[in-house]
């Protein structure tokens, strides 16, 4: 870890983080229902309809960035029931994804990032972002989510009488968005292999050099990469900070000798 680099006590980072996820998820929410129940899509108000949707995109990958963070038990330092619990209704109400199935893969690609055997990575396509993503989506768009997606779509439509159009362009597209989105910023990029330009350590991870606010728009910081997987202790928010503190140049340096 980077002696320059503390994180705060348990009881403000608990207080951030849940403070934060409760925004994100809150918001989240609370536009999928005004999109769904109380908006009426039109051909004058498509527009709106369009901003509506990319506004829900990125705070669906706020969501599952918050999720992430349960994972590795950041969110609420300290309380590994709280944290399984928020992200287990969390998960469900993103995609229908299973807690325990997306936590264990995702410690296993901690364990084996850019490795065979690590489940966010395409061994045998490990520059091509089509063809990684379709192994990507295949591994975890699995039968619990296309029923869960299937459930709601079907009673969005058969039963509430929302139009198809209103549910593509406000739930379909923004679901689908976010992933792609995770997937560019928070696992294409960072892992991708590039000719000429080998990876800074063990990790096989690279960071982007955006600002806070191109980062925070991308992917909640997610995309300070290497910071992440040197320290996976810092939770979402602090991603910035660690990076101005060098924290992904760390094991770096140590491999340097003096």
């Known amino acids: 870890m980077n002696p320059h680099f503390a994180l705060p006590a348990h009881g403000v980072q608990r207080a951030v983080g849940l ?128 029923l869960y997606v299937h459930t709601v779509v079907g009673i969005y439509w058969l039963v509430i009488g929302i139009p198809m159009a209103q549910i593509v362009l406000l739930y379909g597209m923004p679901a689908l968005g976010s992933s792609l989105q995770l997937f560019y910023f928070g696992t294409f990029r960072p892992h991708c292999h590039r000719e000429g330009q080998p990876f800074a350590d063990r990790h096989n991870a690279r960071s982007n050099d955006f600002g806070t606010l191109a980062s925070l728009a991308t992917c909640f910081h997610f995309g300070y990469h290497l910071e992440h997987h040197h320290r996976p202790d810092v939770p979402w928010w602090a991603l910035p900070a660690a990076k101005r503190a060098g924290v992904g140049e760390v094991e770096l340096a140590a491999r340097v000798p003096a």
């Open 19 to 146: 403070a934060l996820a409760l925004a994100i998820a809150g918001s989240w929410l609370g536009l999928h229902a005004y999109a769904m129940f109380v908006f009426e899509l039109t051909w004058t108000n498509w527009p709106y309809a369009l901003v509506m949707a990319v506004v829900q995109c990125w705070l669906s990958v706020g969501v599952f960035i918050v999720c992430h963070d349960a994972m590795h038990g950041t969110l609420v330092p300290g309380r590994p029931r709280v944290n399984g619990a928020i992200g287990t209704v969390l998960l469900a109400l993103y995609a229908g994804f299973g807690w325990k199935h997306l936590r264990d893969a995702h410690l296993a690609h901690h364990r084996l990032a850019g490795h065979p055997g690590d489940p966010d990575f395409d061994e045998n396509n490990p520059a091509d972002f089509v063809r990684w993503y379709a192994t990507f989506f295949r591994r975890y768009f699995g039968w619990r989510s296309i």
